[in-house]
């Protein structure tokens, strides 16, 4: 499946399962993401996103996302985006 580069995750927040990631590019809600680092290796859709606590639809470069996460992410794993 080839893949983009999007963003890399800036910092994890354990307790509630969420990745933020500074972006590089665009994402959306319902895209493919895969988490790529040292220890992480996992493909998942983006169910949902915010800004500051607002559900947005979707966000561009330069732009900090918060997204829910089924794994533990680490500081300054890469997020691509699976296109077709």
Same mark, same amino acid.
């Given at each position: 499946?080839?893949?983009?580069?999007? &963003?890399?995750?800036? *910092?994890?927040?354990?307790?509630? &399962?969420?990745?933020?990631?500074?972006?590089?590019? $665009?994402?959306?809600? &319902? $895209?493919?993401? *895969?988490?790529?680092?040292?220890?992480?290796?996992?493909?998942?859709?983006?169910?949902?996103?915010?800004?500051?606590?607002?559900?947005?639809?979707?966000? &561009?470069?330069?732009?900090?996302?918060?997204?829910?996460?089924?794994? *533990?992410?680490?500081?300054?794993?890469?997020?691509?985006?699976?296109? $077709?």
């Amino acid at each position: 499946m080839p893949e983009v580069e999007v &963003g890399k995750v800036a *910092h994890f927040f354990n307790k509630i &399962g969420v990745a933020a990631i500074n972006l590089s590019g $665009d994402l959306s809600v &319902g $895209d493919m993401i *895969h988490i790529k680092g040292h220890t992480s290796d996992w493909t998942q859709t983006v169910e949902s996103m915010q800004i500051e606590h607002d559900q947005v639809e979707k966000a &561009g470069a330069g732009e900090s996302v918060g997204i829910r996460v089924p794994e *533990h992410a680490h500081e300054h794993d890469v997020v691509f985006k699976v296109t $077709d």
